[in-house]
Nanobody, 131 residues
């Protein structure tokens, strides 16, 4: 059974930093897309960052490029999202997601940021950035 558990969310002031973690269990296939998504109240879900585990290739939404960094600790089966220079518009529920059924080539067309291509999701962790 696949489980993704996020942690690390919280409240920070604008300009601050947070690191989110996603602990994965039950995912035995090594080559997969994993990603971070977010959804604010009244807004559509947005892909934030992705990583293809076999190649460590990454993709970012334009809104976070240069501020957020996605990384992977394979030994610990944990994915991270380091968020710097946070803005109030970054406030949202953040979800980690994974899929083993999407090839690198297929996912790369959209930088791995299409949520409907992922089939495993965590429960989310809230990030609130105050101005």
């Amino acid at each position: 059974q696949v489980q993704l558990v996020e942690s690390g969310g919280g409240s920070v002031q604008a300009g601050g930093s947070l690191t989110l973690s996603c602990a994965a269990s039950g995912l035995t296939y090594d080559a997969k897309w994993m990603g971070w998504f977010r959804q604010a109240p009244g807004k559509e879900r947005e892909g934030v960052a992705s990583i293809y585990t076999a190649l460590r290739s990454t993709g970012y939404a334009d809104s976070v490029k240069g501020r957020f960094t996605i990384s992977l600790d394979k030994a610990e089966n944990t994915m991270y999202l380091r968020m710097n220079s946070l803005k109030p518009e970054d406030s949202a529920m953040y979800y980690c997601a994974a899929t083993t059924s999407l090839s690198w080539a297929a996912g790369a067309r959209t930088l791995g940021l299409r949520g409907d291509e992922y089939n495993y999701w965590g429960q989310g962790t809230q990030v609130t950035v105050s101005s």
